[in-house]
């Protein structure tokens, strides 16, 4: 199975540290669990950082940037998976069922309240 993960921002992407959570990064880390060897073999990720960005600063200039790419790699994978910031990500979803209306493959936006590399970090602890 291959799964194309599209990368935006959001708290999922941001870093952290021992003192905060980094909101401006160059960095998206939301791929950071993805490549952590606790997801099984089987399934092929590939990434695709569209943008890093607050949801809070998210236009409908974006959600064409991520239905542009879904529509270019739709023939290339089975599924996608596009991390979101927690803000608008009502918004976004709202508008990516209108504007992928006869898409015909599975589109998850996911967010999170924590970062992907804390999740990462807690689950390597619990192992």
């Known amino acids: 199975m291959k799964i194309l993960i599209i990368t935006t921002g959001g708290t999922i992407g941001q870093e952290k540290d021992e003192n905060h959570v980094s909101i401006s990064t160059d960095t998206d880390h939301s791929m950071d669990f993805f490549e952590s060897g606790l997801i099984p073999k089987d399934i092929d990720f590939t990434f695709e950082n569209l943008y890093n960005c607050d949801s809070s600063n998210v236009t409908p200039?974006?959600?064409k940037k991520m239905v542009e790419s879904l529509m270019k790699n739709h023939d290339k994978y089975d599924g996608f998976i596009i991390t979101h910031g927690?803000?608008?990500?009502d918004y976004t979803c709202a508008a990516l069922t209108f504007m992928l209306e006869k898409f015909n493959k599975p589109v998850v936006l996911t967010r999170s309240s924590i970062t992907a590399c804390s999740v990462t970090v807690v689950m390597h602890k619990q192992i």
């Open 86 to 89: 927690t803000n608008t990500l």
């Open 61 to 63: 200039d974006h959600w």
